[in-house]
């Protein structure tokens, strides 16, 4: 790029994470010009991308999850087709409920019903019969759902910038934005290099939202936390290998989740949703001994043969109140969109960037984003009650 072109944008999408790649891809797709801005490497262990492994889902509380979920294997299936290369790892997935669990099953199995999603509901027994490395009070229940797997976080960020990337797209890594100014009609996006004009800008910066927010006068009561996730070195990985050991999250409070071992010999698991607030800068990189310590109290009673510690890594969410997907213009800026995942969005990550994408383009999407508008009450209201565990 030459300094000469560097003003005239369709769109410029800022933050390079899945949720800003996805964006990028399917806009350089459909034939814009756009550019990516990313204020620190690509591929880098600050935000919410890296590292292996994502959980992809049909299994949801609401049929409007559950119908998100069909649209983002489809739209997985696109960008394999297009990478020519295989990304979901389908393992099952299995949901377990102890009674009285903090995250009620009745949602998930109404959800999936209203959207003839089959899934089975085992008892402890028979989970136990089906993956022994469970150890399951009587009172425990399982919502199997067999398309349930696993999508690469890193690789698949890494693909989505190159595919951007062969599009025509221009992804300019090391570059902060420093402010987005509504120019009514066209957004300016400052960079302490130069400013950019385009004729929208999609803001998918997750935990720095609130930052770029602030500079165009509006807010947002999203919460970040640092989390962290564990690796386990099983002494039979073959017991936990994907064909044979399904994701799997413990839907009660604390609420943990885990994989099979892939891509190598080790096991990941973490608590969701259990870790201090913090900002994008006041965040550490050191795992909490506390968090830690409640995960393997945790395995030892439910996944004894999960093995030896090998490494805990950290990253950050960014939380609504509602936990629901942040997607769409922002009230009083038309021009300017915000796509934000509530750390749960890698599994929807290449559907979402066909959304912002739309958006972009034709101020429209045929996929129903009404439950996930920047303008809905819980975002809307000042005090909003969170809720983070759904
Ligand atoms: C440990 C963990 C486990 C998770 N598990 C799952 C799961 O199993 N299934 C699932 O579906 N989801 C899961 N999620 C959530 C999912 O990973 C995130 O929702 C998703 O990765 C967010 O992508 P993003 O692009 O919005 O954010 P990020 O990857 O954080 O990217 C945002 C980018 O914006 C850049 N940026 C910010 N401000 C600026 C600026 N001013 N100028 C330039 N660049 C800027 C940042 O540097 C960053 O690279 C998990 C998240 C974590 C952290």
Do not use: N
Not at 114 to 135: I, S, T
Not at 190 to 210: E, I, M, N, Q, Y
Request: negative net charge; contains cysteine.
């Amino acid at each position: 790029m030459t300094a000469g072109h560097r003003r005239d944008w369709d769109v410029v999408v800022v933050g390079l994470g899945a949720l800003g790649s996805a964006a990028a891809w399917a806009l350089a797709r459909a034939g814009a010009r756009v550019l990516g801005l990313e204020q620190f490497e690509l591929g880098h262990h600050r935000g919410a991308s890296h590292d292996h492994a994502r959980i992809i889902r049909r299994s949801y509380h609401t049929p409007g999850y559950v119908r998100l979920a069909g649209l983002a294997y489809g739209a997985w299936a696109e960008l394999e087709g297009e990478a020519e290369e295989r990304l979901v790892v389908t393992t099952g997935g299995l949901d377990l409920f102890p009674a009285g669990s903090a995250i009620p099953p009745g949602p998930y199995r109404a959800s999936l019903e209203a959207c003839g999603v089959p899934y089975q509901w085992l008892d402890a027994a028979e989970v136990m019969r089906r993956w022994p490395a469970f150890r399951l009070d009587p009172d425990v229940h399982g919502l199997w759902q067999a398309d349930a797997g696993i999508v690469p976080a890193a690789h698949g960020t890494r693909l989505l910038q190159r595919l951007a990337g062969g599009h025509g797209a221009t992804l300019l890594d090391r570059t902060p934005v420093t402010a987005v100014h509504d120019r009514g009609g066209w957004v300016e996006v400052a960079t302490s290099d130069a400013p950019f004009r385009a004729g929208r800008v999609v803001l998918c910066a997750d935990a720095w939202t609130g930052d770029l927010l602030a500079q165009l006068g509006a807010h947002l009561p999203l919460v970040v936390t640092q989390e962290q996730f564990s690796y386990f070195r099983p002494a039979d990985p073959d017991d936990f290998a994907v064909g044979r050991f399904p994701v799997w999250i413990w839907m009660d409070d604390p609420s943990f989740y885990g994989f099979p071992v892939w891509p190598d010999a080790a096991l990941k698991t973490a608590q969701d949703v259990g870790g201090p607030q913090v900002t994008a800068t006041t965040r550490g990189f050191d795992p909490d001994p506390a968090a830690s310590a409640r995960l393997a109290g945790f395995l030892r009673t439910r996944l004894p043969a999960a093995g030896a510690h090998d490494h805990t890594a950290t990253c950050l969410y960014t939380l609504t109140p509602d936990r629901d997907l942040a997607l769409g213009p922002l009230p009083g800026h038309d021009h300017v969109l915000v796509g934000l995942g509530a750390a749960h969005g890698f599994k929807f990550a290449p559907l979402l960037g066909r959304v912002l994408a739309d958006l972009a383009l034709h101020g429209g999407t045929e996929v129903d984003i009404s439950p996930f508008g920047l303008d809905r009450p819980a975002l809307a209201t000042p005090d909003p009650r969170a809720s983070y565990l759904v």
